[in-house]
């Protein structure tokens, strides 16, 4: 079987309050884009993980995909047992990931990863897992995991595992997403923030045009980041003068993205020595 885990921006994204747990509560919407990694799985005669595309680093065994196919594992031995293969050894299959989405980019790419293959093992080993249960299931890998279950646009609240349904549609306009290879670390990202309540609610925001949205949904992390990393700045203020009808970072970035009513032509002569993505919402 294989599948396409796509990337997410953040419209808008606010830090609420800290949580006793360390952890801290947001508000956010998500809004799923065409940006993909491939995802292969299939059953095989021997367990593997392999990967091409852009370099993973890290133990594999902390990859958010085998954290997935681990999570689900009673259930597939139980699901086998019932259909008469008993055996003591591990359930044999075969994963291949080809990345294209950069890691520690604020675009979902390693959850979208686990959630989907939560997704994938569900039907492959014909689990009769719902949508509920499999959320469940990915909340344990991350807290944005859920989101890519059902993959559509969400209003996220808490830790951006909970969602409610939101009647929002960017269908034709342009989003460019651009990456400039800068690591923000998460305690980067926090420094500096200091949580409160919007007086605005983002769901209340996103009624109104999206060429009202600037200066108007926001997102928290930028007011440190982009004063202390000018080129995400520029990279901001120069999609405004290409035309955007909105840009902002997405998640607690280094990604910017901008949404546009035309495609964006010639954009790599912009903004050189930076990831690219482009495509219609």
């Known amino acids: 079987m294989l599948t396409f885990p796509n990337a997410k921006i953040n419209l808008g994204l606010n830090i609420v309050e800290k949580r006793n747990d360390g952890f801290h509560n947001i508000e956010s919407v998500f809004y799923p884009i065409g940006w993909c990694d491939a995802l292969e799985i299939i059953k095989a005669t021997n367990f593997s993980f392999t990967t091409t595309g852009l370099e993973i680093p890290g133990n594999s065994k902390n990859n958010l995909i085998i954290k997935a196919f681990d999570l ?4 597939i031995t139980i699901q086998e047992a019932e259909n008469g293969f008993k055996n003591n050894t591990k359930s044999q299959i075969a994963i291949h990931l080809h990345k294209v989405l950069p890691m520690g980019a604020g675009i979902g790419g390693g959850s979208a990863d686990g959630a989907f293959a939560l997704k994938m093992i569900n039907e492959i080993f014909a689990l009769g ?5 499999l959320q469940d299931f990915a909340s344990r890998l991350g807290s944005d995991c859920p989101f890519f279950i059902e993959n559509t646009p969400k209003f996220c609240f808490e830790k951006g595992n ?3 349904e939101i009647e929002l549609n960017l269908k034709g306009k342009y989003i460019l997403l651009i990456n400039p290879q800068i690591h923000i670390s998460t305690a980067e990202a926090y ?12 769901q209340e925001i996103i009624k109104s045009p999206i060429k009202e949205w600037k200066g108007v949904l926001t997102n928290d992390f930028e007011e440190n980041i982009l004063k202390n990393h000018l080129k995400i700045a520029r990279i901001k203020n120069d999609l405004y ?6 840009a902002s970072m997405t998640g607690s ?3 910017v ?3 546009f009513e035309k495609e964006v032509e010639a954009v790599e002569k912009y903004f050189k020595d930076c990831i690219l993505w482009q495509g219609m919402a």
């Open 241 to 246: 003068d290409l035309g955007a009808s909105y």
């Open 162 to 164: 909970k969602f409610k």
């Open 129 to 133: 897992l719902d949508t509920k249960q």
């Open 257 to 259: 993205f901008g949404i």
């Open 253 to 255: 970035g280094s990604t």
């Open 72 to 75: 689900l594992y009673d259930l």
């Open 191 to 202: 420094s500096g923030v200091v949580p409160k309540k919007p007086l605005i609610s983002i």
